[in-house]
């Protein structure tokens, strides 16, 4: 196959809204180096920390071509070692950066194989998410059946794959997602009980936990919403009761005082998935686990839509907008 020397990608030069997404194409293909594999990618995955990577709330030098992860087809090896076996052809998952594109250059390292019987688009769209997933119930706390469970934003990429995850593990869920759509897929995926936290009755959404735990509070929440949840998660949760704050879709957590916890003993994680699969041993464990569960049936991924790379700009207003649920995706 001829690999061309110039291609599409969706290039952020500045920092700032949608509009900073620009689409070019006559970007230069780059060529694998000492440890890498080129991949031409079928499917890009949208996910929210591109929004802060864009915006400038996360550091990133720029000019920077967007994306954390992509399935597709390894077309080229850089020279040297290939200590993982990988040949022209292969069908791989990867996370690394600059996936909103056609070809990547990835660390092999960073790189997978998708197993017969699960899907280029299951395996992005369950990746990143699956993985922040998995290893959130199962090291930053490792939740144990019969937990009570507030997630928020569970009918989201991330919150989707929790709430199902969470059940395998015999937990009591409690989501809370923004509108009677996502209420209802979420309780489609067996959550015990759904607030909608923008409707009236759902605003205090605090009050609805206490309700339903009998004054009791949670055993942990997972806040990826962050800024608008924090403090009702700090209140939502028991005595003795654990947070994970992973994320901020609302904006970050602000800095308080840590005499906060104090009253209840509370715990708190502000944790990122990648310090979780530092070594190739760890992330191919985690790997294996998310492709078992997809493979046998266990978990369903949710692909919100398969946006060209053209749309970018209005995938990420309708992920900003919180007009989606599941996994958005972008075909380069
Ligand atoms: P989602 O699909 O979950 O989209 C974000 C959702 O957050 C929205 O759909 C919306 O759901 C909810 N939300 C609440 N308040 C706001 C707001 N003010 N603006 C926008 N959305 C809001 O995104 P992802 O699945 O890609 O990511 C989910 C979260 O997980 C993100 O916060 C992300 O940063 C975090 N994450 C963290 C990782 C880590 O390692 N720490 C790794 C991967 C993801 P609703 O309308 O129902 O409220």
């Not at 070594?279 to 569960?293: N, P, S």
């Not at 369903?300 to 946006?307: G, L």
Request: charged share 25%; hydrophobic share 40%; aromatic share 8%.
């Amino acid at each position: 196959m001829t690999i061309p020397t110039t291609q599409k990608a969706i290039v952020v030069e500045t920092t700032g809204g949608p509009e900073v997404l620009q689409l070019k194409t006559d970007y230069p293909v780059p060529q694998p180096s000492d440890g890498q594999v080129l991949i031409k990618n079928k499917v890009s995955g949208i996910n929210y920390i591109d929004t802060y990577f864009r915006t400038g709330l996360y550091p990133s030098s720029k000019p920077e071509v967007l994306g954390r992860e992509a399935a597709g087809t390894i077309v080229a090896l850089g020279p040297g070692a290939n200590p993982y076996g990988f040949k022209v052809g292969d069908r791989v998952v990867w996370m690394k950066t600059a996936s909103y594109a056609e070809y990547s250059a990835v660390p092999d390292r960073d790189v997978v194989k998708i197993p017969d019987g699960v899907s280029d688009e299951e395996a992005v769209a369950s990746f990143l998410s699956g993985l922040t997933i998995l290893t959130l119930v199962k090291e930053t706390y490792a939740v144990k059946k019969g937990d009570t469970v507030l997630v928020h934003a569970a009918a989201g990429g991330a919150g989707f794959l929790m709430v199902q995850v969470l059940k395998l593990l015999g937990a009591i869920v409690i989501g809370t997602a923004g509108g009677p759509e996502k209420v209802a897929l979420v309780k489609s995926l067996g959550a015990d009980h759904v607030i909608d936290y923008r409707s009236e009755e759902g605003k205090d959404w605090v009050k609805r936990v206490k309700e339903i735990t009998n004054g009791r509070g949670v055993d942990v929440v997972y806040d990826s919403v962050g800024k608008d949840t924090w403090e009702g998660s700090l209140d939502a949760v028991k005595r003795k009761g654990f947070i994970a704050w992973f994320g901020n879709a609302s904006g970050p957590v602000p800095a308080f005082p840590i005499q906060r916890l104090t009253p209840k003993c509370v715990t708190i994680a502000r944790p990122s998935m990648l310090g979780y699969v530092e070594t190739r041993e760890e992330y191919e464990g985690y790997v294996k686990e998310l492709f078992d569960l997809l493979s046998s049936g266990k978990l369903k991924v949710k692909i919100h839509k398969v946006y060209p790379l053209e749309d970018v700009q209005q995938a990420h207003k309708d992920l900003e907008g919180r007009k989606t649920t599941g996994k958005l995706l972008l075909a380069p």
